[in-house]
């Protein structure tokens, strides 16, 4: 396994586990500790706007049209079978490129080989 | 023409055992997987929808894990001169289009439930979606631009590596309504199993994935090398 990859896995699950910027920038400013992420909200206190006006929310009020009747269940399937999709394309297509160029890699050896009368390097 | 001065076991790919062994421990992870993240609890505000976060995230990791590589490989391409650095940056570019696509398409489908569009301007978006064009730009780079085109997508690498630190600290430095980099340290324990085990499967996968691209790539280097002793041996014209 290469160095150069394994660093870059350490690298990326270091930040998955948060090395956070964002949660020092928080505890900085004084924040709360956020909540646990999926646990049940708290009843929600109301949004204070900051010295510029901007109120936090992570939904805008032009967002909130989240009661509509769009089935959740289809968006997860899609987005699951999405994955095996582009994986499975990824793998097919490789593959064949590699299957191709082995066969081009075998004729072009043998005609060398014919023609100098040993493998060639 | 400068010789290649490739640093020792940068690029050896894996022994095909290792390979199907780390393809078995993919399967079963990414077959168990789908059972823990139905099994997890639904997240109070987007409900059932939410669980797209379980791969969702892991697959936006994985882009920016391709392209930090991919910018790595590429400096040293572009300063040690290694070939073989270079068949590790273009697949691991592949692999950020390939990643950064599943993203790109599961964002989406998951933002249209949660706030009601299918995309924003987001700065975190934009900044993913530039990250996914950077690296467009260098297959076609390196793929059309002639005899300048590797060292040209080299550049434009080093660029799209540039913008993972940016897509990282986005979500804190500017207001945005993509979750914050805190979602997973604060993550209910209830989700961990399922959002962990998808982690751990799709990074195998990718080291999978690499492997297979890096053997591609090599074995193209082997090809064009016989092309040239073929073409000192007048078997071949062009």
């Not at chain 1, 269940?73 to 097919?92: D, M």
């Not at chain 2, 409900?47 to 892991?58: K, L, M, S, T």
């Not at chain 2, 550049?155 to 993972?164: C, E, N, P, T």
């Amino acid at each position: 396994m290469s160095r150069l990859l394994l660093s870059s896995l350490l690298l990326s699950f270091v930040l998955a586990t948060g090395l956070p910027l964002a949660s020092r920038a928080d505890s900085a400013a004084g924040a709360p500790p956020a909540p646990a992420y999926g646990a049940p909200a708290a009843p929600a206190a109301k949004a204070v706007p900051d010295s510029e006006g901007f109120v936090p929310d992570s939904r805008p009020a032009n967002m909130t049209n989240v009661e509509e009747g769009i089935p959740a269940g289809p968006l997860v399937a899609t987005a699951y079978g999405f994955i095996w999709l582009a994986v499975l394309a990824f793998v097919g297509l490789t593959a064949r490129r590699t299957r191709q160029l082995e066969a081009e890699i075998a004729q072009l050896a043998e005609r060398l080989n014919q023609a100098t009368g040993s493998s060639p390097s | 023409m400068a010789m290649s001065t490739d640093p020792p076991a940068l690029t050896k790919p894996a022994p095909l055992t290792t390979l199907w062994l780390l393809l078995a421990v993919t399967s079963v992870g990414m077959l168990l997987a789908p059972q823990l993240i139905l099994r997890a609890p639904t997240e109070p505000t987007m409900g059932f929808v939410q669980r797209i976060f379980y791969f969702h995230v892991p697959c936006a990791w994985l882009a920016m894990l391709g392209a930090l590589t991919c910018g790595v490989a590429s400096a040293l391409y572009l300063f040690k001169n290694s070939d073989k650095a270079e068949h590790v940056a273009v697949s691991a570019a592949e692999l950020t289009v390939v990643f950064g696509l599943i993203a790109i398409v599961s964002g989406p489908l998951w933002a249209r439930k949660a706030w009601g569009v299918w995309w924003q301007w987001d700065v975190r978006l934009t900044t993913t979606a530039l990250l996914w064009i950077i690296f467009i730009a260098y297959l076609f780079a390196r793929r059309y631009g002639g005899p300048g085109g590797r060292r040209l997508g080299a550049g434009l690498a080093l660029f799209g590596a540039a913008d993972v630190p940016m897509i990282y600290v986005s979500v804190s430095l500017w207001r945005t309504i993509h979750p914050k980099t805190s979602v997973v340290p604060t993550l209910d324990p209830g989700m961990r199993p399922a959002f962990w085990l998808s982690m751990v499967s799709l990074h195998v996968l990718f080291i999978v994935l690499m492997q297979l691209r890096v053997r591609l790539e090599r074995a193209r280097a082997r090809y064009n090398a016989l092309h040239l002793q073929a073409q000192d041996a007048g078997l071949i014209d062009d």
